[in-house]
């Protein structure tokens, strides 16, 4: 068992299908192991010298992200990223799942998915190649920014406009 500041996590290793979500059994699994992974994922932040209130906050928007939106409603498997995926989530995704969209919390779960998908390669689980546009589908706040307040400013039929401009489907 590795050992971080005082807490034991015992290795856990991962397979890219663990995450692979066809059947209702498979959804059970897939949910056990991203809790797993989170968890890895917490105790990785506080090794790295994060306080536990601070690498709560990130695993917490990691969790938002991982277990319901990208399990949940995306049905998609995380350590298969496919580009496009951290822009619809902030660029519509969050916008139209919380009652009150506003950038500061998009920008601190957007950090919590950074670290996740950094966590991830760190895992070898994802490449390089996938952490970088990961990274840079993050980084687009100006744009996340525009999409809250063009959403907010939405009247009479205009979501369809709005959300053809980043569709929640591929």
Known sequence: MARMSGLKQPEIVFEHDDFECVSLDDELRVDERCR?????????????????????ELAFSADLYLRDYIVDFARRNVVRPQPGIVRRFAATWFITHTLDPKMRILERHLDGVRELYRYLAGQRLISGEELDFLEDEAAQTDYYRRRIESFIAIVGDGYFAWEAECPLRD
């Open 36 to 56: 797993e992974l989170l968890k890895g994922f917490y105790l990785n932040l506080v090794k790295s010298g994060m306080t536990p209130e601070e690498a709560s």
